[in-house]
């Protein structure tokens, strides 16, 4: 399981907790998140979200 | 010289996350239009928001800065000019003037930004008081707290409050005034910014509301902030996060209707043929929205219309997360209607509902757990600008 971050705002999407409370269960990888999907916190594009590392889940 | 053809490029004056944005976004719609972005800084791309907690995660200026102007300018196909200061702009011509040379444009996109406000402070130090507006600032201000030990904060609004949870959190005393009887008095209703208080200064801060500084002077290697109601405090650092004030003289000086923005319509368009404005500088429809979304939803519009698609902007209902770990903060300010909050406590924190007097639903405030019904709540509010 890996974090992203957005480049925006810092929103950090981690795939083993997901956001269940937008529609998107834990364990969601980040490939299987749709393109149309956008930062909950600001609103920038998939596209536009960052890799933060390439090491586990933070939590 | 000849007058601007529409050969010309797209001119976007700022780097900020508005200029960077709108440069991305009209990418993706036209990859071969020639634009031109104008820097007043090195034009590095960085998060802005993140300036106001990267303190505990310990990250230097350099490491929030994802992507150089050369970077930046590989990845959007454009040509971007750094150090470069705006004199004047000619929009009969469709000229811009900068540091004794011209530019030509097609269109124009002023992306300015807005200023931080300084409060007007007596004081032999009165000068050194920061303010963080930018990643040089914020550079300068890691600087100077290096080996010290307290901030005294000017503003306990969004930033004020951000900030505060940040030093916290990264092991300094912090001081927070503020004329208001509470902090985010603009932003939120009386019970939930009293639960935030409550927070905060059960991680540490020490208020000083109801009042404000009057001067600020050197006392050997501290500084003293002397307040308004007669008491004073000892700090290493004093910073300010009163507010902003957009950017206007440039358009001014152009002839460009302002208020207190650089006003335009819902298409982002200026009193100017072939002018734009987007951002913290912009007054759009008579609203200026100083947070990421809706420049987010302005960026995407305006692209468009750029690309000879035009699209007015379209704000859906927008919440702005206060990052203060400390207690979690949600607020989608209502628009001014009458109304009034309801505010429903719970083992999860504050749930503050705006209705407007049929009850409808205009606006929301969550402190606390409670932050997690963002989604749920927001997806009931009407947009702002449909």
Known sequence: MKTWQCVVCGFIYDEAKGIPEDGIPAATRWEDIPADWSCPDCGVAKADFEMVETGETVA | ?386
């Open chain 2, 1 to 386: 010289m000849e007058p601007a053809i529409d050969a010309d490029p797209i001119v976007i004056v700022g780097s900020g996350l508005a200029g960077y944005t709108l440069a991305r976004e009209l990418r993706k719609l036209d990859a071969r239009v020639q634009l031109t972005i104008l820097s007043r800084d090195e034009g590095s791309f960085y998060s802005k928001p993140m300036l106001s907690n990267a303190l505990a995660s310990a990250k230097t200026a350099a490491q929030i800065a994802s992507a150089s102007a050369e970077q930046m300018a590989t990845q959007l196909n454009a040509r971007i000019v750094t150090a470069a200061e705006v004199e004047a702009i000619d929009t009969t011509r469709r000229i811009l003037h900068t540091g004794g040379k011209t530019i030509r444009y097609a269109k124009l996109v002023l992306a300015l930004g807005a200023d931080p406000i300084a409060l007007p402070l007596e004081g032999d130090a009165a000068h050194e008081v920061m303010q963080i507006n930018d990643l040089a600032a914020y550079a300068r201000f890691r600087e100077a707290i290096l080996g010290k030990k307290t901030v005294a904060l000017l503003g306990a609004g969004l930033i004020g409050c951000e900030f505060a949870n940040d030093l916290l959190a990264a092991g300094y005393g912090v001081h927070l005034i503020d004329p208001a009887a509470r902090p985010l008095g603009r932003l939120l209703p009386e019970a939930a910014a009293e639960q935030v208080q409550r927070a905060l200064e059960a991680a540490g801060v020490r208020w000083h509301l109801g009042t404000t500084a009057r001067a600020v002077s050197r006392v050997a290697s501290e500084l003293r902030v002397d307040l308004a109601d007669g008491s004073a405090l000892a700090a290493d650092v004093v910073l300010a996060a009163i507010g902003l004030r957009s950017r206007t003289l440039l358009a001014q000086r152009a002839g460009l209707k302002t208020n207190r923005g650089i006003v335009t319509d819902r298409m982002l368009q200026t009193s100017a043929a072939h002018v734009y404005a987007l951002g913290d500088c912009a007054e759009v429809d008579g609203q200026i929205l100083p947070y990421v979304m809706p420049i987010m939803q302005a960026a995407r519009a305006l692209a468009k219309t750029l690309a000879g698609a035009p699209t007015p902007v379209v704000y859906s209902a927008m919440p702005v997360v206060v990052k203060t770990p400390a207690i979690p903060v949600v607020v989608c300010l209502p628009p001014a209607v009458s109304g009034a909050w309801k505010v429903r406590r719970d083992a999860c924190g504050i749930e503050a509902r705006f209705e407007d007097e049929s009850g409808k639903l205009m606006g929301y405030a969550l402190v606390g757990a409670a932050a997690e019904r963002k989604q749920a709540l927001t997806k009931l509010l009407l947009p702002v600008l449909a």
